[in-house]
Structures are given as C-alpha cells and as structure tokens.
C-alpha cells in the first residue's frame, strides 16, 4: 500500500505543478494549425510511439485535423532505419511529407532527445529539420534540458517529484495532456462516442 499511495500522490502533485501557460499554447499553435489547413506529424519512440499513435487517431476523429505518425507505417520505418539508419529515420519521412510552414510536428517523449549522449537522435534530427523548414514543434516532455523542451513554440514539462518514477509518471501524462488537448473547445469538433450518447439521451 506504501508505493500505491506514494505513486497516487506524487501523480496529484505533478498535475498541481504542470504549467497551464504551456497547455494553452499547445491549444493555441494547434488550432493555428487547422486553420491553416495544416498536418500534425506526432513523432515518439517506444511507449510514446504507442502514445503518438493514439493522439493521431483523435486528433483526425475528434479534432478533424489531418495527422500522422510515422511509426504507424512499420514497413517504411523499419525500412528507413535499415537502410539509412535510426538517427535519420524521423527526418527522412518529413522530408517524403513535405513538411512546410504552419505544419506541426509534435513530439512525445520522456527526455526530449539528446545528441551528446546518443538519446533519441532521431528525435533531435526530426526537430532540426522542422526548425529549418518553419514549422511548429510542440512538445510532452518530462526533462527540461532534452532538445525538444530547448526548440519547442509550446512544451509541457512533466515535472517529476520522484526521479525514480519519471518514465511512468511522464508516459502516463502523454495521455492526460494529449486527451485535455483534442476535449478543449477550441479544437474539438466531434464529440467521442459515450458523450454524444449521451447528448441524444439528453436532448
């Protein structure tokens, strides 16, 4: 019971300490995004390559914003990283997308990438070229000093009140923040299926 309290309470005081300003921002380079007629490329590794994923499907069903993630084409990814190497794998895609001004890219991740130490370059390559071609970056990170945190228009730091639990604790917030991001009035435009259920109930 010790860790299960422990846990719950340090998930209570990260959502006391995330930076509202962030979010709002985050809502704000989204909704710029679509009206500009605009894509969102969702980029994450690992658990937030599972994240990224399902940030793409609400962000088309419910935001109704085109959206993509290169990690969903398992052929092409796999056949990038073989061929011309994990660093790139992210960056090449972008280029094949024709990634443009008012296009978001839009990365989850725990540390943000790091080229000094080899930590997701593929990540950090991915952002230098968005830079280079003007378009946004948004970023759910839970390290202030990885590269996305450092180039982002809008970045939601996961703080992190126990080092020992920042993987977790920053993987689960990818879900909360990403949800609260495609529920906000200024970008949803379809309701999920419970709640228009409830609406035709309602009404």
């Not at 998930?11 to 380079?29: F, L, T, V």
């Not at 994990?86 to 839009?106: G, I, M, P, Q, Y």
Request: glycine content about 4%; charged content about 25%; proline content about 4%.
């Amino acid at each position: 019971m010790k860790f299960i309290e422990q846990y719950l309470a340090e998930s209570i005081s990260i959502i006391k300490k995330i930076d509202r300003r962030e979010i709002a921002r985050a809502i704000d380079c989204l909704a710029c995004a679509k009206r500009n007629n605009a894509r969102v490329y969702v980029l994450g590794v690992g658990g937030s390559a599972a994240a990224a994923s399902h940030f793409v499907n609400d962000l088309r069903k419910l935001v109704k914003i085109e959206a993509y993630a290169p990690t969903d084409n398992v052929s092409e990814l796999t056949a990038r990283i073989n061929d011309d190497g994990w660093a790139t794998c992210f960056e090449e895609w972008l280029k094949t997308s024709r990634l443009k001004k008012h296009d978001v890219v839009f990365v989850f991740s725990v540390g943000g990438g790091d080229l000094e130490r080899n930590i997701s370059p593929n990540l950090v390559k991915a952002l230098q070229f968005a830079r280079k071609n003007k378009a946004s970056i948004i970023g759910i990170v839970g390290r202030p000093d990885g590269y996305t945190a450092k180039v982002a228009d809008a970045c939601v730091l996961i703080p992190s009140p126990n080092p020992a639990n920042m993987t977790p604790h920053t993987e689960s917030f990818h879900s909360v923040i990403s949800h609260l991001l495609v529920s906000h009035p200024k970008l949803q435009a379809a309701s999920a299926k419970w709640e228009s259920e409830l609406k035709k109930r309602k009404s």
